[in-house]
């Protein structure tokens, strides 16, 4: 009610910081009702909903998995990024 257009707001960089800061507390919440456990540890794998193309979604992952562990070393990284991402955005990588 009183939108002009049904399209959602965007404004660039300040787009991508909501984005991550809902990220931040969806995953403080759920967190949360995994009585402590981080998703990482119990999903296969991870699937993030974005209109901003595979760098967003990339960014997002890298964030969840630095709130997880935030010692994180570069070659476990990317074997979670690998493992629990890359499947999920094949698609997403081709389209953009």
């Not at 809902?22 to 402590?36: M, P």
């Not at 901003?52 to 992952?61: E, L, M, P, Q």
Request: aromatic fraction near 6%; hydrophobic fraction near 35%.
């Amino acid at each position: 009610v009183g939108w002009h257009d049904m399209a959602p707001i965007t404004d660039g960089k300040y787009s991508v910081e909501c984005y991550l800061d809902a990220l931040d507390a969806c995953h403080s919440t759920l967190r949360q009702k995994l009585n402590g456990r981080g998703p990482l540890e119990v999903t296969d794998l991870n699937v993030f909903h974005t209109g901003g193309g595979y760098h967003i979604v990339r960014k997002a992952f890298e964030r969840l998995v630095r709130a997880e562990n935030k010692g994180i070393k570069p070659d476990e990284k990317e074997r979670l990024l690998q493992e629990k991402l890359i499947p999920s955005v094949s698609i997403l990588k081709i389209i953009g």
